[in-house]
């Protein structure tokens, strides 16, 4: 069965040190991989998201991440954080599930970021 | 933009309650989902559903039902509302066709049985 890994259940950082949140990937095909942010007492945001072409894909707020098919990992990153991106954060591969698709993730990886 | 709505933030019900979670989206969209979100164990899929009148079950099936009867709608059922069913309740929408696998997801409902 395909399966995501988040290596860290807790990230603590001090604000505007970089930061990077990692996710490997069990798979044998050709994967689709997102990453999601949830702030708190709120739903699931898409962050930035692989499908194809370049392997590095970035998002409008700072955060980018690449995808390394050789070590199956999409590790998101940031050079900087703020206060404001302290939440949860998750990885989350897409796979077939009959003739459709369903997203299989990770535990996530709470992001607090410390003044 | 996508919009996913829940039909409450928060309930409360007590142990034996037929509880009803209703979740709506205004895309479109032919994909739905359940799940449920609980600390340490990340989110776990109840149900999904691809199409009007057809679902699928989840990682974790058990005393929960949905109901798919419009394109728009998508409803999570607790036919018998146990202790262990309090957590927070998240319903996502996702196109079928092309390559727009992404999940658009509601703000959730919190849910407690007492």
């Known amino acids: 069965a395909q399966s995501v890994t988040q290596l860290d259940s807790q990230v603590p950082v001090f604000e505007e040190a970089p930061v990077e949140l990692r996710c490997n990937y069990s798979s044998s095909v050709s994967v689709y991989l997102f990453w999601y942010v949830q702030y708190p007492n709120q739903g699931l945001q898409l962050l930035l998201k692989y499908l194809s072409g370049s392997t590095l894909v970035e998002s409008i707020n700072g955060f980018e991440a690449e995808f390394n098919k050789s070590q199956t990992s999409f590790h998101l990153r940031k050079p900087s954080v703020h206060i404001s991106d302290t939440a949860e954060y998750f990885c989350a591969v897409s796979v077939h599930a009959g003739n459709n698709r369903k997203l299989i993730w990770g535990l996530g990886t709470s992001l607090a970021v410390n003044p | 933009d996508v919009k996913v709505t829940q039909s409450s933030r928060y309930l409360v019900k007590r142990t034996g309650e037929k509880v009803f979670l209703e979740c709506v989206q205004d895309?479109?969209?032919?994909?739905m989902f359940w799940y449920r979100q609980d600390p340490g164990l990340g989110l776990r899929l109840i149900y999904f559903s691809y199409d009007v009148k057809m679902k699928e079950k989840g990682d974790i099936p058990e005393g929960y039902s949905v109901s798919r009867e419009k394109k728009e709608r998508f409803s999570l059922i607790l036919e018998s509302a146990s202790t262990n069913q309090t957590s927070m309740y998240l319903c996502a929408s996702s196109l079928y066709s092309g390559r727009r696998y992404e999940q658009y997801f509601g703000p959730g409902t919190r849910l407690t049985v007492t």
């Open positions: 895309m479109d969209h032919e994909n």
